[in-house]
Nanobody, 120 residues
């Protein structure tokens, strides 16, 4: 079994910065991609950013130029550096990953979520 554990959420003032991290552990043969989604109260979960094993990165338009995703393949860890945060960035942030547990079996995994609140 595979687990994703996020850390780094909290309260930050508008214009400030916050960093999230997510570590994948367990029966991992190969990680295809890791990324972040978020869900604000009363809204659907939405894509934030992702990075695949080849280093290809995608961002939601709403965070381009403000958030940076990075990945440490050796540590099975993905990071999200959030700069110039806005109140509308307030949400529960979820780590997401597509992971092969064997050479032939893959699944999509989610972390438990970490709260990010942007408020003065």
């Amino acid at each position: 079994q595979v687990q994703l554990v996020e850390s780094g959420g909290g309260l930050v003032q508008p214009g400030g910065s916050l960093s999230l991290s997510c570590v994948a552990s367990g029966s991992i043969f190969r990680i295809v991609s890791m990324g972040w989604y978020r869900q604000a109260p009363g809204k659907q979960r939405e894509f934030v950013a992702s990075v695949n094993s080849g280093g290809s990165i995608n961002y939601a338009d709403s965070v381009k130029g403000r958030f940076t995703i990075s990945r440490d393949n050796a540590m099975n860890t993905v990071y999200l550096q959030m700069n110039s945060v806005k109140p509308e960035d307030t949400a529960v942030y979820y780590c997401n990953a597509y992971i092969y547990e064997t050479a032939f079996t893959w699944n999509e995994y989610w972390g438990q979520g970490t709260q990010v609140t942007v408020s003065s």
